[in-house]
């Protein structure tokens, strides 16, 4: 493949990455899918609903202990939709308590 | 005998009954979780509002609002060629770029791991509670330690460990590297100062050739002790089953029945939930509603409603040979098993969602056991190794 191509190949690569935070922004969705987060870091502002989804075959149990930005949504099963919102600025870890293999960050800005 | 279209058909059925039973699930569930956002919003208020001269309380609280239903598409039926795809072998075993794979660090490690001189009273190694004879197990209900006292959970297979997110029953380790301290120093297992092992293991001289060989630029360490273990340990995988022959494609490997278990298994049985990929586990953790007062998971997240009584989900591989069962050997049998994932054990807030009575027949209870056999191979002797001296 000529280099010219493999260089448009590559900034298109970075223009999608860049959109895909961007359209987390514009939703502030994050989708359960093959036992996996659609976003590994997020970043939203502190009073503004992110809103999880879950649209895997099997219940998932989005959670986080970081200090001042706690909460627990249970067993959230299959077609469920649920928003949280975070209360204090700073990096949250999410996790799925079921599956060890799901953590996102979630950065909470003022 | 079933044939092989009547398999798929069967398959496609079942598929279409699970989702139906999901969907009418998640309505109740949905209204179970706007109870509980309301609850858990109003607990946020109170503490909002208690804090007020009260420094000792958290401060804070996500604000979880209330659980909507949307719809999702129906999933298709998946063909059965499609569904075997997922669980063939992988082709190599993966080490951590931070401990990367050498055969001196295995041939190390496996010393360790069947030396008894890592326990305080020269009596146990890794492999007293983790032997090959066992499948890697031990046999018994619950772990035997230090002294010969019981502990409270059954010893976990080390089988196919290098594919393992978290360790331990309860996942309190993140890697077999951390892991791999753990029981030498707990009182109750190996109760071996690293200090002192550290000592023991310096003052033989072959070892200090091996650690040379395996870490020249680290010599002997804890840290180093822990990766030659690891290392070892991820070399431990299950051997070629029956069930790999018949996803590689030979039909005649496994009896009919077990191919109607196959389909059991992955449909009305819910049991590839959990049990899902080519070593049988996702490493999630669920409270299948076992009696016992252990909290499980709950020790690591006691916040969490579904972590009490939550154990991991180990894998199936070699499971013929691995009882007896559950995270304390409580049930002796695999058709014990199977009853008690049918009945759907205790219901209590913690159990999982997945969890509840199936109405499985008695045939394909017969055909779910036939499937689980054939996951157990014939597997090749283990040489134990000469250890230095």
Redesign the interface.
């Given at each position: 493949m000529p280099r010219l191509a493999l260089v448009a190949l590559s900034i298109a690569g970075v223009a999608l990455g860049a959109l895909s935070a961007v359209a987390l922004v514009a939703d502030h969705t994050v989708h359960q899918q093959g036992?996996k987060f659609s976003f590994q870091s997020a970043i939203i502002k502190k009073g503004t609903?992110l809103t999880f989804?879950n649209?895997d075959?099997?219940?998932h149990?989005v959670?986080?202990?970081t200090?001042?930005?706690?909460?627990?949504?249970?067993?959230?099963?299959?077609?469920?939709?649920?928003?949280?919102?975070?209360?204090?600025a700073g990096e949250?870890q999410v996790i799925c308590?079921?599956?060890?293999?799901m953590r996102m960050m979630v950065s909470v800005r003022d | 005998m079933l044939a092989r279209s009547s398999v798929r058909g069967v398959l496609t059925m079942m598929i279409g009954a699970l989702q139906s039973s999901v969907r009418e699930h998640s309505r109740g569930a949905s209204a179970r979780g706007f109870r509980r956002s309301v609850l858990f919003s109003s607990a946020a208020a109170t503490v909002f509002v208690g804090i007020i001269g009260c420094a000792s309380i958290t401060f804070g609280a996500a604000i979880v609002g209330r659980t909507r239903h949307v719809g999702l598409n129906p999933q298709p039926a998946m063909e059965l060629d499609v569904l075997k795809a997922k669980y063939r072998r992988p082709a190599f075993i993966p080490f951590p770029r931070e401990n990367p794979y050498t055969p001196e660090k295995a041939s190390l490690g496996k010393r360790l791991f069947f030396d008894t001189r890592l326990s305080l009273s020269s009596s146990q190694s890794c492999a007293s509670c983790h032997s090959p004879g066992f499948s890697w197990g031990d046999g018994l209900s619950v772990g035997v330690g230090h002294g010969m006292v019981k502990l409270g959970r059954r010893s976990p297979s080390i089988v196919n460990t290098a594919w393992a997110t978290t360790f331990m029953w309860d996942g309190r380790w993140e890697s077999l590297e951390e892991q791999a301290l753990d029981p030498i120093q707990s009182a109750g297992e190996l109760n071996m100062p690293i200090e002192r092992l550290m000592d023991r293991l310096a003052s033989v001289a072959g070892y200090k050739l091996l650690f040379a060989a395996a870490f020249p630029d680290e010599g002997m360490n804890p840290k180093t002790l822990a990766d030659a273990i690891a290392t070892y340990e991820r070399t431990v995988v299950s051997d070629h089953a029956p069930f790999d022959a018949w996803i590689e494609g030979a039909e005649g490997a496994i009896p009919e029945q077990a191919k109607r278990g196959f389909v059991i298994f992955n449909t009305k049985g819910r049991c590839a939930s959990c049990h899902e990929g080519w070593s049988f586990t996702n490493d999630g953790f669920h409270d299948i509603g076992i009696p016992s007062d252990d909290p499980g998971r709950a020790r690591q997240l006691p916040q969490i409603t579904k972590m009490n009584h939550a154990f991991k989900t180990p894998g199936l591989r070699e499971i013929v040979r691995r009882g007896p069962y559950m995270h304390n050997g409580s049930i002796a049998t695999l058709e014990e098993v199977v009853e008690h994932y049918d009945q759907g054990g205790i219901d209590r807030p913690s159990r999982s969602d997945l969890i509840g009575p199936l109405g499985l027949t008695s045939q394909e209870k017969v055909d779910l056991v036939a499937f689980l056999s054939t996951l157990t191979s014939n597997a090749a002797a283990t040489t134990v190794p000469v250890l230095p001296r």
């Open positions: 036992r609903p989804v649209d075959t099997v219940p149990n959670a986080s202990t200090k001042g930005n706690e909460f627990d949504l249970g067993s959230q099963p299959p077609g469920a939709s649920t928003d949280v919102t975070f209360t204090e949250v308590a079921i599956h060890p293999r | -």
